[in-house]
């Protein structure tokens, strides 16, 4: 694989226009001229890896802009997915999410092409589909130069999936940061571990959490300034993932111009953690870890008796989020993902019968929790 510097430009949280709807399906409401002068301040810096999705609104679009239609083809590389669990009913259906792509970007060929979020249940989407089949033609025609997937879900599956994949995957891209490498619901470090073991080069997404590590909560700001008063929070999280052996790229999701020039300012030279630099990374973790969250291991032993379908280990994932970093709407978007995104009822459906404590290993009082996530979650 091409060696490149290490920071991609995630292209999910693009500027947008003042005053513009963020859901039109007929005006693009992102920012043009702002994306150029990122994409433009992001290449003069040596930077060439872009990352798409057919699921990011106007996001193809705008790098057609913003990018395709500016730049030689051989001067930048992008990624970009397939979403077949969206509005797919049949194999046409997510095909045509491909063909969707190409005439979007207008790019000819995508050097990185990914199965997005793969992970019950959406991974039996591209095995009924015969898809793993049609991107490797497509990428045996050139079209696709790199295949691989993204993936947000529990270590056995992740297993299953390269156990049977692994001669079809050029690479992985997966959730690391260091605040989530032994959060129950990520398993980051175990996912790591079963991609490293199976040699395949490491994509991270979420090396900032979604913005939640740019702005830390006060204990672990405090240490962050004391070993580095000039750097900032998403310094520490960016370097952190690119230091991982196996890593070749980590995305960073830009919506700003400061945004651009601060992760340049670190990663144009890029220098990987020293040894007093990871001891401040385990000194901000213990700290994390001293904040009071739900102990929930995601078992699901509730869910299993709970006769209102209610996404309970989801609802608790998406309150610790509140819990640690006092972000609600981070918070909010998780537990929508989580739960009704996953066919889940919420929280303010729960009918206080109690059948989940008793099931629970943990003894969560989890009626009492529900009643806290549906307060948070403005249910």
Not at 15 to 26: I, V, Y
């Amino acid at each position: 694989m091409k060696e490149a510097k290490k920071l991609g430009f995630g292209l999910m949280r693009l500027p947008r226009r003042e005053g513009a709807d963020p859901k039109s399906e007929t005006v693009n409401p992102i920012d043009i001229e702002k994306t150029k002068e990122m994409v433009d301040l992001f290449m003069d810096a040596g930077f060439t890896y872009f990352d798409t999705a057919w699921a990011y609104d106007w996001s193809e679009d705008t790098i057609r802009q913003a990018l395709v239609e500016r730049y030689p083809r051989d001067s930048y590389t992008l990624a970009t997915k397939c979403a077949a669990w969206i509005e797919c009913e049949t194999r046409e259906d997510a095909i045509a999410q491909y063909e969707s792509s190409l005439e979007l970007t207008q790019a000819g060929y995508f050097d990185y092409y990914l199965i997005h979020n793969l992970g019950a249940p959406r991974t039996e989407y591209f095995d009924r589909f015969d898809l793993w089949n049609f991107f490797l033609e497509k990428k045996a025609e050139g079209k696709i130069k790199n295949l691989g997937f993204s993936f947000h879900g529990m270590p056995d599956e992740l297993e299953e999936i390269l156990a049977k994949r692994a001669d079809d995957v050029d690479f992985v891209q997966l959730q690391i940061n260091y605040a989530d490498l032994d959060n129950l619901r990520v398993r980051s470090q175990e996912n790591y571990d079963i991609v490293r073991k199976y040699g395949k080069p490491i994509v991270v997404m979420e090396p900032v959490k979604g913005g939640m590590l740019a702005d830390p909560p006060e204990q672990v700001a405090k240490i962050f300034k004391e070993a580095d008063p000039d750097a900032s929070y998403a310094k520490w999280a960016i370097r952190f993932a690119a230091s991982l052996d196996g890593v070749f790229m980590v995305l960073s999701g830009m919506s700003s111009i400061e945004q651009v020039k601060d992760n340049i300012s670190y990663m144009k030279d890029f220098k990987p953690l020293d040894e007093a630099e990871h001891k401040v990374i385990e000194k901000v973790r213990a700290e994390l870890a001293k904040i009071p969250i739900i102990p929930c291991t995601s078992c699901d032993y509730c869910a299993k008796v709970c006769p209102q379908n209610i996404g309970i280990s989801g609802t608790f994932s998406a309150l610790n989020v509140f819990n640690i970093y006092g972000n609600k709407k981070v918070a909010k978007d998780q537990e929508g993902f989580l739960v009704s995104g996953h066919g889940k009822a919420r929280a303010n459906e729960c009918i206080q019968c109690g059948m989940c404590e008793e099931a629970c290993p943990q003894h969560i009082e989890i009626r009492a929790e529900l009643e806290k996530a549906a307060e948070v979650f403005e249910l």
